[in-house]
């Protein structure tokens, strides 16, 4: 706290946005579920009537517009009632364990499978696991859920955590912005807060002990700046903050359905899609086409692969749904039973083991299902093939060969098809380090920064204590991006980056600099990229980026493109 009175605290930014307005804490009390004399009738009732609760409020969010609420909100409804929870469970009783001790048991072992896998959207369903079965466990223990949709003044929400279903029952008119200390900016909670355009920090320790009800909160969901009891002059500062992010939103409209470059090199602004509805909002926001089609949906929830046909139908609805490419990305997945048909064996350390394409060898059926699906989709759209997870040449290699046998497999069975572009994601160090070995080999490489900062910096991306160890634009990281940049020139291939950070405007401006060709975001940010773009002095790009490489740190290589110095 300083001289004025005001604590001054930091998170995670997850939406962006500023809220400033009295504090509403939520501190529920824990559940503790009692012995019971039929556990599993009580469980199979118990979970029922959650799968219920979650249903009707899937149906209130999509009657009020809220499709990525009900999004949410249907898979958790599912989950509820998923064979895999209740044969987890079962499992647990038969071995001896009490009921609450099966139910823990249950979340931790699926909430461990969905934490493997490589792909922070979809590893953010470990989270959906953990409020799925305690909101079973409040239903056994006889606690009601705090009903969040009841506030109805304008208020900044402090919690030690949220659930998806709180979420998407908040009012944005009420519930101005929301600060909680669990959770991170790929949850399903940031993506439905971002949906209802609300401001929200996460991970930020110690606010529920620090804020008290009623005492004045100012949050900026861009930047995890929080303060309690804000004086006058930050109250004021708050305030400009958000007119110029309204500003900047209101800017970006005028870039709809236009292209950007930065000089004379034209820079494409495609979408990042894991659903049929991202696919409808990319199409709203006149997306520059698919950077990154992401098909673990298909895979996951479900007893059986997906069919051919299954797999099919959605490539050819989202790749006519535009003219320009749409990059579908194998199935990546991975860790212990990420599916009930795919059997892995457990690892210590899932982040590091079988995962992606180095699972495509021991499920070949799955991945030459998915791959003739791909393929027959083809034939009426821009659609380009993209690998996850490969490490070296003799992979790609192996997998390009592959990919060239099933066509040759649907060529002798008579059936159409074309044999699109086949790039790969680089998100492991080796790839970048060895690009102009690797080019060769592909038509086009997907800088994938989630995963690559992970293993450049040898932080897990899904523990909020390593957080300043997860920002894309270190040094290390970017001189990674840079090198595999260069290499996609010389070998005259394209190169876009797809992971978070490029919606991140500075990231976005780090990347322009490097002269990728696309810069993949969510269907939110597209028009909010091409803004950044547009605005960039491209006589000072060149400078930029050699002077954020050989910065220190993180934070001065942020400086550094916020402030780029002056070009020759």
């Known amino acids: 706290m300083n001289d004025s009175g ?17 504090a509403i804490v939520i501190d529920p009390q824990t559940a503790e579920v009692p012995d019971v004399a039929d556990p599993v009738a009580a469980f199979n009732e118990a979970s029922a009537a959650v799968s219920e609760q979650l249903g009707i409020m899937c149906q209130t969010a999509r009657a009020a517009g809220r499709s990525e609420a009900g999004d949410v909100l249907e898979a958790q409804a599912l989950m509820a009632q998923d064979p895999m929870l209740a044969d987890a469970v079962a499992a647990a009783l038969g071995d001896g364990a009490a009921l609450d001790a099966a139910l823990q048991q249950a979340r931790q072992q699926i909430e461990d499978v969905f934490a493997a896998i490589d792909d922070p959207y ?4 470990a989270q959906d696991v953990v409020e799925v079965t305690d909101r079973i466990r409040r239903q056994l223990a006889g606690i009601e859920t705090p009903d969040l949709g009841q506030i109805d003044v304008p208020s900044v929400l402090v919690a030690r955590a949220l659930t998806a279903a709180d979420t998407a029952a908040l009012d944005p008119a009420a519930v101005l912005g929301f600060v909680t200390e669990a959770g991170g900016p790929t949850s399903h ?21 620090r804020a008290q009800a009623g005492v004045p909160v100012a949050i900026d969901g861009s930047t995890g700046d929080i303060v309690v009891h804000p004086t006058d002059v930050t109250v004021e500062d708050f305030a400009a903050r958000r007119e110029a992010l309204e500003a900047a939103i209101a800017a970006a409209d005028q870039f709809r359905g236009v292209g950007v470059a930065l000089g004379d090199h034209r820079i494409q602004v495609p979408a ?12 709203a926001a006149a997306a520059e086409g698919i950077g990154l089609l992401r098909t673990e949906f298909l895979f996951l929830d479900r007893s059986d692969a997906p069919s051919e046909d299954e797999q099919l139908d959605f490539y050819s609805f989202a790749g006519t749904s535009f003219s320009e490419p749409v990059v579908i990305r194998t199935f990546d997945i991975g860790g212990d039973k990420p599916a009930p048909y795919l059997s892995i064996a457990a690892e210590e350390n899932p982040f590091l083991g079988v995962r992606g394409a180095r699972l495509y060898s021991q ?7 998915q791959v003739r699906a791909i393929l027959r989709a083809a034939t009426d759209a821009p659609i380009w093939l993209m690998l996850p997870m490969v490490s070296t040449v003799t992979e790609i290699r192996a997998l390009r060969d592959r990919i060239v046998e099933v066509s040759a497999g649907l060529t002798a069975r008579g059936i159409r098809h074309d044999l699109p572009p086949i790039g790969i994601m680089v998100e492991v160090p080796s790839v970048a380090l060895i690009a102009d070995a690797v080019a060769p080999h592909v038509d086009f490489f997907s800088i994938g920064t989630n995963d690559l900062t992970q293993y450049a910096m040898a932080a ?15 040094p290390a990281v970017l001189a990674l991006c840079e090198r595999t940049v260069a290499a996609a020139k010389r070998n005259g291939i394209g190169v876009s980056v797809c992971g978070l950070a490029a919606a991140d405007p500075l990231g976005a401006a780090a990347f322009a600099a490097m002269g990728v060709d696309k810069l993949s975001v969510s269907p939110r ?8 773009i547009a605005t960039m002095d491209a006589s000072s790009a060149e400078s930029m980026i050699l002077a ?14 916020a402030n780029p110095p002056a070009g020759p």
């Open 6 to 22: 005001e604590l001054r605290l930091g998170g995670t930014p997850a939406s962006a946005g500023v809220a400033i307005g009295p």
């Open 122 to 125: 979809i590893a953010a369903r």
């Open 189 to 209: 909670v940031a993506i439905i807060a971002r949906s209802l355009g609300v401001a929200a920090v996460v991970g930020a320790t110690g606010i529920v002990e």
């Open 272 to 283: 990042n899609v894991g659903s049929r509805d991202d696919v409808e909002r990319a199409v």
């Open 363 to 369: 499920f070949p059926e799955v991945f030459e299902t």
């Open 460 to 474: 897990d991306r899904t523990n909020i204590g390593l957080d300043e160890l997860q920002d894309p634009l270190h």
């Open 525 to 532: 940010a597209v028009n909010l990229v091409k803004s950044a």
């Open 548 to 561: 954020a490489l050989g910065a220190a740190t993180a934070d001065e290589a942020r400086g550094i493109i």
